[in-house]
């Protein structure tokens, strides 16, 4: 399994921007499907959105697409979650996972990620 580390979490006011890593650990980062996900107080874990292992197919959730962009850099690892234009609503705590197995684009469904990370918490002020 690959480790995940978030970082790049804060506040905000509405309107502003966040970037978010996540560094994974381990040489086999690319072979890898990876994913954002959210979760609010009391309330179950969201797919945010995700990417495949070479970049070439990303997947978003209605309430962030077109504000929201995923990207990845194999060589460093690493993969990014920019956020723009910022609502209180998105106020979560955020988590990259990671999921193996061979898809032709991210799958939406938590249970299928078998690495996560310990989440960065973006709270959005209005």
């Known amino acids: 399994q690959v480790q995940l580390v978030e970082s790049g979490g804060g506040l905000v006011q509405a309107g502003g921007s966040l970037r978010l890593s996540c560094a994974a650990s381990?040489?086999?980062?690319?072979?890898?499907?990876m994913a954002w996900f959210r979760q609010a107080p009391g309330k179950e874990r969201e797919f945010v959105c995700g990417?495949?292992?070479?970049?070439?197919?990303?997947v978003y959730a209605d309430s962030v697409k077109g504000r929201f962009t995923i990207s990845r850099d194999n060589a460093k690892n690493t993969v990014y979650l920019q956020m723009n234009s910022l609502r209180p609503e998105d106020t979560a705590v955020y988590h990259c996972a990671a999921d193996g197995a061979i898809r032709a684009q991210p799958t939406r469904r938590p249970g299928a990620y078998e690495s996560w990370g310990q989440g960065t918490q973006v709270t959005v002020s209005s």
């Open positions: 990417i495949t292992r070479g970049g070439g197919t990303v």
């Open positions: 381990g040489r086999t980062f690319s072979t890898y499907n």
